[in-house]
């Protein structure tokens, strides 16, 4: 199947500082990408869709100027979480499509998981 | 706006029995997909199933099968001969209208030697 990269793994900050997570499809061009946040114990939240060359739609109660988004190539999406706080620690992953449409499965990355101090 | 709701927040199974994970869920387009991932302690989303709105058959991948009643809106995962290496937080989606998939809750499966 199609393989979703995500770097880094496990990420550590000071409060206050900026943090960049990377989204890459490594065998197929996403369009589309989708990242999620998930909290201990919960679900998968739907934080934003990423749009290839064109700005993120966000879901509502989701901070854009918080949670930067930028797919600037069909293989790459970004996170950045700005200004980040104890608050935003959390395991966050990125997902993708191959093609448009359902096509059975949505490819994940293997999260990455924030520690904010 | 699409909603999935998993009301089983944990189940346990003796290993090699089957157990149904029970998913339900609601939605105005007639166009959507179901889906079951399953999480291991390690994080990663594994894929299980698949079921179209318009697939007449119930969907099967091996072990897993997805109960799919239209009528009742559920879509609930069968697991047929449950393996130590089954105990995992199971999640129930929906994919329908703007192509987002929103999750249910989950079910924490315990398998029990």
């Known amino acids: 199947g199609a393989v979703v990269s995500q770097h880094p793994s496990w990420v550590i900050c000071k409060s206050g500082t900026s943090v960049k997570i990377e989204c890459r499809s490594l065998d197929f061009q996403a369009t589309t990408m989708f990242w999620y946040r998930q909290f201990p114990k919960q679900s998968l939240m739907l934080m934003a869709t990423?749009?290839?060359?064109?700005?993120?739609?966000?879901e509502q109660g989701v901070e854009k100027d918080k949670f930067l988004i930028n797919h600037a190539s069909l293989t790459l999406s970004t996170l950045t979480v700005t200004s980040a706080h104890p608050e935003d620690s959390s395991f966050y992953i990125c997902s993708a499509r191959s093609t448009g449409g359902f096509t059975g499965e949505l490819f994940f990355g293997e999260g990455s998981r924030l520690t904010v101090l | 706006a699409q909603k999935i709701t998993q009301t089983q927040p944990g189940m346990f199974v003796q290993e090699k029995e089957a157990v149904t994970l029970d998913c339900t869920y609601d939605?105005?387009?007639?166009?959507?997909?179901l889906f079951w991932y399953k999480q291991p302690s390690s994080g990663e989303m594994i894929f299980l199933i698949y079921q179209g709105s318009y697939d007449q058959q119930n969907a099967t991948e091996g072990r897993y099968s997805l109960n799919f009643q239209k009528a009742r809106k559920s879509a609930n995962l069968v697991i047929s001969a449950s393996q130590l290496g089954d105990s995992a937080m199971y999640f129930c989606a929906i994919e329908a209208g703007g192509f987002k998939t929103i999750f249910g809750a989950g079910t924490r499966l315990f398998v029990k030697a």
């Open positions: 990423s749009n290839e060359g064109s700005k993120a739609t966000y």
């Open positions: 939605t105005s387009d007639p166009s959507y997909g």
